[in-house]
């Protein structure tokens, strides 16, 4: 379906109708900050609440509540009559909501599905409600944060795939003749996240979604920065005890796992990002069989 494009002064029934029904039969993924802040909006610790509210090893809410009229479930955080049960701590997906973001050229865009503005179809009384511009919208929803981890774990997905380069071009591997590191790049390009957890080591899909830090600070800058050392400490101790092509074609392998995971938990196209490293790569000689 194609995606209609907006600007930030494109003027939208923007205000939520408060039906409900943007809470019921959606996909809401989440970074490890988002999973943190629902789980301490819940009183539960990150593991507890992985566990309990999420699917594909805490990257997606689960939708698996009461169903409404449509017969589409709720997500699991929305309590009949009382609506959404976090809403201070809600993720990013559900503050956009209808709308989506992407990043082109570095830049944020903001889009909806399809040609016709998609909560008319489901909540037509919002055409009887004031139109916001999309600025507007974005500032009422406190959407800027949240906009700010998910272009950090942006960052941080790149660095991750960073280190597979690093194994596959800088130790000798890609120049020993190895074909198999691509190759496997390629087929993890079209797993799904639940596909790509199997792939990754259980110490490490924890240490990614559910961290525990040192020093737990709920801000959005002290918490990723405090993430992104830990998985930086975990990385080093990893590249250390590599001694052979096989075990570094291995964490090669699994670290872009780990990339491609976070792609999916924060709406990234994995199967794109793969492809591009993929020629990247090749034009720095490695080679796929
Ligand atoms: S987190 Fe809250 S706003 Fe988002 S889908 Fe769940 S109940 Fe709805």
Redesign the pocket.
């Known amino acids: 379906m194609q995606n209609t494009v907006l600007s930030l002064s494109d003027s939208l029934s923007l205000t939520c109708s408060r039906s409900g029904t943007?809470?019921h039969g959606?996909l809401?993924r989440l970074n490890p900050w988002e999973l943190m802040r629902l789980a301490r909006a819940k009183g539960m610790s990150s593991k507890a609440f992985r566990d309990k509210y999420t699917r594909e090893s805490g990257s997606v809410?689960h939708f698996n509540g009461l169903p409404n009229h449509t017969g589409k479930s709720s997500?699991g955080?929305?309590e009949d009559g009382r609506g959404?049960?976090?809403?201070p701590a809600?993720?990013l997906a559900?503050r956009l909501f209808p709308l989506g973001r992407q990043i082109q050229n570095g830049t944020a865009e903001y889009i909806h599905e399809g040609a016709e503005f998609p909560c008319l179809k489901e909540c037509p009384e919002v055409l009887g409600l004031p139109k916001l511009t999309v600025e507007e919208y974005l500032v009422g929803q406190e959407a800027a944060l949240f906009e700010q981890a998910q272009d950090t774990y942006l960052e941080i997905m790149q660095n991750l795939a960073d280190i597979s380069f690093e194994l596959l071009l800088d130790t000798g591997l890609s120049e020993s003749g190895d074909t198999e590191t691509l190759t496997s790049w390629r087929k993890l390009g079209v797993m799904d996240a639940a596909a790509l957890a199997k792939e990754i080591p259980d110490e490490w899909l924890d240490a990614l979604m559910v961290p525990e830090l040192e020093e737990p600070t709920g801000e959005v800058v002290g918490f990723i920065e405090a993430h992104d050392e830990l998985l930086n400490k975990k990385i080093q101790e990893v590249v250390t005890g590599l001694t052979t092509f096989d075990s570094i074609r291995e964490t090669a392998k699994w670290m872009m796992a780990v990339a491609l995971f976070l792609a999916h938990a924060i709406g990234a196209d994995a199967k794109g990002l793969s492809e591009h490293w993929i020629d990247i790569a090749k034009s720095h000689g490695a080679k796929e069989s």
Not at 84 to 87: M, R
């Open positions: 943007c809470c959606n809401v809410l997500c955080l929305y959404c049960s976090v809403h809600r993720p559900c």
